[in-house]
Nanobody, 119 residues
Framework: QVQLKESGGGSVQAGGSLKLSCTVS????????MAWYRQAPEKAREWVSSIRNDDETTTYTDSVRGRFTISQDADKKTLYLQMNNLETEDTAVYYC????????????WGQGTQVTVSS
């Protein structure tokens, strides 16, 4: 199990940028993949982006590809999400998540950080 804590959320105008961070502690060697999810008001939680711990392969949902970049420190203790050219539709609570090796689902979650994009 790992403990996750997000930071970096805030309010920004459309077209602006924010960088989210997620500090990771606990059984990091047993974590094979990290991800960012988001949940907008009255909507289901949505996967945004993932990064594999072994080869740093990244994936993105279509709506953020080319605007968001996921990355992490070499020691895997901090996960980032650089968000550029933000749109009002990006307004949501953003969560980081960790997946244990051999598991199908993301098991550990942070408490979330609010991102609000105004027009």
């Amino acid at each position: 199990q790992v403990q996750l804590k997000e930071s970096g959320g805030g309010s920004v105008q459309a077209g602006g940028s924010l960088k989210l961070s997620c500090t990771v502690s606990g059984n990091i060697p047993y974590t094979c993949e990290m991800a960012w999810y988001r949940q907008a008001p009255e909507k289901a939680r949505e996967w945004v982006s993932s990064i594999r711990n072994d080869d740093e392969t990244t994936t993105y949902t279509d709506s953020v590809r080319g605007r968001f970049t996921i990355s992490q420190d070499a020691d895997k203790k901090t996960l980032y999400l650089q968000m550029n050219n933000l749109e009002t539709e990006d307004t949501a609570v953003y969560y980081c998540a960790a997946k244990k090796c051999g598991k199908v689902s993301f098991n550990d979650w942070g408490q979330g950080t609010q991102v609000t994009v105004s027009s």
